[in-house]
């Protein structure tokens, strides 16, 4: 008599299509770096491997008398917008710090895409005494133009924060970013670590000593695009964190304390740190077993119970197709961030043989660990239209994605500007992107698993650095193929 696991194997085949379907995690983690590489703005290396880009932004900062050259651009426009810049590169520098022991030969990537950014975050903290720039070009001027970068003739206009017009909120989290970035640095250049470290603090004390949210100081140049709408309490938790990560002072563990407890939010992005900065302390009560930070891991692990989908206190959306969804604007912005939070607390726990309960069900690492991976995997094309998410990879994804220099003529093809308002012809066509922007994780899918490929529907189909960033822990994890 034939087995009834023979028949629940050939039920689970017929589902996957294969018996191993793992997609190829190696494959999107390189993809999912070189991506950076499309962002970048300034004058770009020879080792440029995304060879359609050309370098641009080269008077950045000029108007200012102050060399702001570098960075990348955020998403599909040609704008350098400080704040998501700088989670970006501290989710980048998390990841690597989390995970470069399992990326291999992509730790040097990863490095190179961290140091692009701090490069031109160091310009900004350092260019002027008294002052942090937050930003070059006009957002309400370029978003009116479809150009590509290499052509741009709109006003590169420069925004800073100063004591008379505070941002704790943008200064934060640029000492954030360098205070990972300096982590990362410190074992194969410690020179540029301590000058990384240095400035952290320095930015930190800025932060903490002119309170005020930059979306005030700045208005309609970054509001509405990168307003700080959770105010900046969380993000001087979380660049104190940092600060305390990288220092282990207890300066920034009273500050921390002194801040009170945090929201319980059941989302991070690069506008809401809460959860991330309450991952990161929980390190300290788990691997360190210091009960100072036992409120943190609390504070982790009721955002786990918000996530997890069976967990009576969870708060958080699932489509039919699987797929954590949270806000119908840029939605897998906040699926990478949480995964990698749920793949990093999933590590802490393994390591500690950790387990905590949301209600009366007791949670395991691999709890964690199997509800990653289902987002990963859906984001790679594990899902109901079989659509990879990530530009390039695997035979189904996005052609049309939102994103200036990909849906115009390279530069090297058509050297003469297309002007403000000569893309449009090409916005407005249903051609495909004539540059593929590999390793681009777009806005995605809809609350019905549905994706409809439109250039001019940004919400679904433009890319964004944070997006790909917070992506590439997970996929270095998945990547190993080692299970702790």
Known sequence: ??????????????????????????????????????????????????????????????????????????????????????????????????????????????????????????????????????????????????ERPEDMDTPRTVYSVSPSNPGSDVAAETAAALAAASMVFRKVDSKYSR???????????????????????????????????????????????????????????????????????????????????????????????????????????????????DSPSSSTQYTQGGLMYKLPQSNLQYVTSITFLLTTYAKYMKATKHTFNCGSSVIVPNALISLSKRQVDYILGENPIKMSYMVGFGSNFPKRIHHRASSLPSHSLHSRSLGCNGGFQSFYTQNPNPNILTGAIVGGPNQNDGYPDQRDDYSHSEPATYINAAFVGPLAYFASGRPA
């Open 195 to 309: 000058l990384l470290l240095a400035t952290a603090k320095n930015v930190m004390q800025f932060a903490i000593q002119y309170r005020g949210a930059y979306s005030d100081s700045l208005s309609s140049s970054v509001c509405p695009f990168y307003c700080s709408y959770s105010g900046y309490k969380d993000e001087l938790m979380w660049g104190a964190s940092w600060l305390l990560t990288a220092t282990n002072n207890p300066y920034y563990a009273n500050f921390i304390k002194s801040l009170g407890g945090g929201d319980q939010p059941d989302i991070f992005s690069w506008d809401n740190k809460y959860a991330g900065a309450y991952v990161l302390l929980s390190r300290r009560a788990l691997l360190n077993k210091d009960s100072n930070f036992e409120q943190f891991k609390q504070a982790a692990e009721n955002f786990m119970c918000q996530i997890l989908p």
């Open 1 to 146: 008599m034939t087995s009834p696991f023979f028949f629940l194997f050939l039920f689970s085949f017929l589902l996957t299509g294969n018996v191993d379907a793992n997609p190829n995690y190696r494959e999107a983690l390189s993809k999912s770096l070189l991506f950076f590489q499309g962002q970048r703005s300034g004058r770009l290396p020879r080792g440029q491997q995304l060879s359609w880009r050309a370098s641009s932004g080269l008077s950045d900062g000029s108007s200012a008398h102050v060399d702001l050259t570098g960075g990348y651009y955020d998403a599909g426009d040609n704008v350098k917008f400080n704040f998501p810049m700088a989670f970006t590169t501290t989710m980048l520098s998390w990841s690597t710090l989390e995970y470069g022991k399992r990326m291999g030969p992509e730790l040097q990537n990863a490095r190179v895409n961290i140091r692009w950014a701090t490069d031109y975050l160091l310009k900004c903290a350092r260019a002027t005494p008294g002052k942090l720039y937050v930003g070059v070009g006009d957002p309400n001027v370029d978003h009116k133009c479809w």
